[in-house]
């Protein structure tokens, strides 16, 4: 004889309420005026801090970068070609020095960098 196998039915699941998101209305004026120089860029992050150390007068090198960010320095190169250059089309200039390459945003700094490809220092 064959007998019929009973399915178990599964365990009633309890639905989770979904929290409402903040309205853009309600963001603080800060982020506001951080989004107005760099789009998409909030205050205290490491991508903040890096951009500010780029615009500083004396520039930064890898070194001082991947030490103020915890990064190593492979991620440092790749994040200013990806998302200084490409991403955010600032016009960052690498000069040799001393102490190693400086890399610093010269120009246009409130916005995309206007023209072709940017020369670099050799």
């Not at 004889?1 to 699941?13: D, E, G, L, T």
């Not at 506001?32 to 951009?51: D, M, Y």
Request: hydrophobic share 35%; net charge positive; proline share 5%.
């Amino acid at each position: 004889m064959i007998s019929s196998k009973s399915k178990r039915k599964p365990a009633p699941r309890s639905h989770r309420t979904k929290t409402a998101k903040p309205k853009s209305s309600e963001r603080t004026a800060t982020a506001r005026t951080v989004s107005t120089v760099l789009p998409n860029t909030r205050t205290g992050t490491k991508n903040a801090q890096v951009i500010a150390m780029l615009r500083d007068r004396a520039g930064a090198t890898i070194g001082a970068i991947a030490a103020a960010t915890g990064w190593q320095q492979h991620s440092v190169r790749g994040f200013l070609a990806g998302v200084v250059r490409r991403r955010l089309g600032l016009n960052l200039v690498s000069e040799p020095s001393d102490g190693g390459r400086i890399y610093r945003v010269v120009g246009d700094t409130d916005g995309p960098a206007k023209g072709g490809q940017v020369k670099q220092a050799a």
